[in-house]
């Protein structure tokens, strides 16, 4: 799943304040993991490419693992205020 924010600082922002999601660069675990790709896996493209690519500086991408749902919907709430 993937969802955007206003900007990267925003973005920082919510990766700063998880607990349970781990912020990691690969997607596919059983834990649960949160990534922001124009700073990970594409960080490497230009501002140009990003927006070719279809990667705003905004975009959040999740992978849920086996963590209890509640857990999850709970962390991501906390980092979303």
């Known amino acids: 799943m993937s969802f955007e924010?206003?900007?990267y600082a925003r973005a920082k922002k919510i990766l700063d304040k998880v607990?349970?999601?781990s912020i990691v660069a690969n997607i596919g675990d059983s834990k649960s993991i949160i990534n922001h790709s124009a700073s990970t896996t594409h960080?490497?493209?230009s501002k140009?490419?990003?927006t070719k690519a279809g990667v705003s500086?905004?975009?959040i991408r999740?992978?849920?693992g086996l963590?209890?749902?509640q857990d999850l919907i709970n962390?991501?709430?906390k980092a979303l205020v």
Do not use: A, K, P, R
Request: aromatic fraction near 4%; charged fraction near 40%.
């Open 5 to 7: 924010v206003e900007d």
């Open 19 to 21: 607990e349970i999601f």
């Open 43 to 45: 960080q490497q493209l």
């Open 48 to 50: 140009e490419e990003l």
């Open 57 to 59: 500086e905004g975009l």
């Open 62 to 64: 999740l992978s849920v």
């Open 67 to 69: 963590e209890d749902t």
């Open 75 to 77: 962390d991501l709430t």
